[in-house]
């Protein structure tokens, strides 16, 4: 039995040791200054996305439809034009969530939001950037599960953060403001390391004087090339935790063995973090995020089958696993 049990134990640290990294969800949001139909939608598709900050990057991107005259797809019309058309979207305003889902911006929901808030990632896009006018930016590439099969390319794009200017639509805040690619608008081509290694990156560039240098910021993403999903993303503003292990006090399952709810005292701040629950053949039976009540993370188990689980937690970087066995249960 004791060596089934470390068999079982080393099979699920293989399948929890893979895809870790926080996958941030990426939307680039293809909209115009012009447009009425965009003022309308872009308001509550902001309120939406809003209980997500920290957890998503956002990019608008500027088209010459339905007015040529936007202002902010006159300051840069020729890469604007490459990246819509690599996003074929026809519309304003139309949302790409992850590279994968395309809708409209009135369409973006919390369902979706926390469907793609539940995903990890095999890579972490880690942005260091430097200087006033003139910046330098290092972005590390690491790989911290299985590195994934398929050809994928590097964006970086230059954006600014929060745009105050009235336009004709009456929009007068506009957010991530795409203004220059440093790489092609379609990204270069990067070949991912194998897991454990990392692949470094430097950029240089100038704020222009038309843009508000103190909200001027590069955004990166890695992408697959056939599929155009995104793997994750990254910039200067992410919060880099430490990256030790969280430590058995921060996570106390509170009654062992269970029989309806799986009740988890969290002796630190977690919330916006993942939780997984495997089964002893490192099966994932339940995932979701965290959002406590009172420092206390309930999840309802008493559909479960009984015998022995694992509870993954992992937040910005942090991870642990708590054993717990689940008893039979007749109501």
């Given at each position: 039995m004791k060596k089934f049990l470390?068999?079982?134990?080393?099979?699920?640290?293989?399948?929890?040791?893979?895809?870790?990294?926080?996958?941030?969800?990426?939307?680039?949001?293809?909209t115009n200054s012009n447009c009425g139909s965009c003022a309308a939608s872009n308001p509550n598709y902001y309120n939406v996305i809003k209980p997500y900050q920290g957890n998503y990057h956002h990019l608008t991107i500027h088209p010459k439809f339905p007015y040529v005259s936007?202002?902010?797809?006159?300051?840069?019309?020729?890469?604007?034009?490459?990246?819509?058309?690599?996003?074929?979207?026809s519309s304003t305003p139309t949302v790409i969530v992850n590279g994968l889902i395309k809708k409209s911006a009135?369409?973006?929901?919390?369902?979706?939001?926390?469907?793609?808030?539940?995903?990890?990632?095999?890579?972490?896009?880690?942005?260091?950037?430097?200087?006033?006018?003139?910046?330098?930016?290092?972005?590390?590439?690491?790989?911290?599960g299985t590195k994934p099969a398929g050809t994928y390319k590097v964006v970086a794009a230059i954006a600014e953060k929060e745009r105050n200017q009235t336009t004709s639509n009456g929009e007068k805040v506009h957010y991530d403001v795409f203004r220059k690619f440093l790489t092609a608008a379609t990204g270069d081509a990067i070949t991912l390391a194998d897991n454990g290694s990392s692949v470094n990156l430097n950029y240089n560039y100038t704020v222009n004087s038309a843009w508000v240098e103190s909200e001027t910021y590069l955004l990166v993403w890695v992408q697959d090339v056939t599929t155009k999903e995104v793997l994750n993303s990254g910039n200067k503003f992410d919060v880099i935790s430490k990256t030790e292990d969280l430590v058995p006090s921060d996570v106390k399952i509170l009654y062992n063995p269970v029989r309806t709810n799986l009740s988890v005292q969290l002796n630190k701040n977690l919330d916006g973090g993942n939780y997984l629950i495997m089964n002893i053949m490192g099966q994932i039976v339940s995932q979701g995020i965290i959002n406590t009540n009172n420092n206390k993370l309930e999840v309802p188990v008493a559909h479960y089958e009984s015998g022995m689980y694992f509870l993954r937690i992992?937040?910005?970087?942090?991870?642990?696993?708590?054993?717990?066995?689940?008893?039979?249960?007749?109501?």
């Open positions: 470390l068999i079982v134990l080393f099979a699920v640290s293989l399948v929890i040791s893979n895809g870790q990294a926080k996958r941030y969800i990426f939307m680039e949001h293809v936007c202002v902010f797809y006159q300051a840069n019309k020729p890469e604007q034009d490459e990246r819509v058309a690599f996003l074929g979207v009135s369409g973006i929901t919390k369902a979706i939001l926390d469907a793609e808030m539940a995903k990890t990632s095999p890579i972490e896009v880690i942005v260091k950037e430097t200087g006033t006018t003139s910046r330098s930016v290092t972005v590390e590439v690491k790989t911290v992992e937040s910005n970087r942090q991870k642990i696993t708590k054993r717990w066995i689940k008893e039979s249960y007749n109501p």
